[in-house]
Nanobody, 128 residues
Framework: QVQLLESGGGSVQAGDSLTLSCVAS????????TGWLRQAPGKEREFVAA????????YYSDSIKGRFTVSRDNAKDTVYLHMNNLQPEDTAVYYC?????????????????????WGQGTRVAVSS
């Protein structure tokens, strides 16, 4: 089964930028999409962004739209989350996850239970 490894988290000031990476290994089949979700202390895991394997179609949560961009490099089997103008409310553990097949309707999974495999997460802390 594909394994995912996130990196790039850290501690930053409000207004700073970070880019998270999610590298896949041991892949035996293409997925439908890769998503990023985050979990802040004491809160539920929430959807952030996702990108399709083919064609590069993307989907974003309204809470980060305009500040975060998701991209992928299929040659490196890596998905990126470019985060600009970070705010304290963005503090969370960020997870990448793979969705093997489309969800009925929009296609993209947005609930953590709809994803098929997960990484271990990378922590982002934003101070004001």
């Amino acid at each position: 089964q594909v394994q995912l490894l996130e990196s790039g988290g850290g501690s930053v000031q409000a207004g700073d930028s970070l880019t998270l990476s999610c590298v896949a290994s041991s892949r035996t089949m293409r997925n439908f999409a890769t998503g990023w979700l985050r979990q802040a202390p004491g809160k539920e895991r929430e959807f952030v962004a996702a990108i399709k394997w083919g064609g590069g179609g993307t989907y974003y949560s309204d809470s980060i739209k305009g500040r975060f961009t998701v991209s992928r490099d299929n040659a490196k089997d890596t998905v990126y989350l470019h985060m600009n103008n970070l705010q304290p409310e963005d503090t969370a553990v960020y997870y990448c996850a793979e969705q093997f097949t489309p969800v009925t309707g929009r296609g993209f999974a947005t609930e953590w239970t709809q994803f098929d495999t997960w990484g271990q997460g990378t922590r982002v802390a934003v101070s004001s």
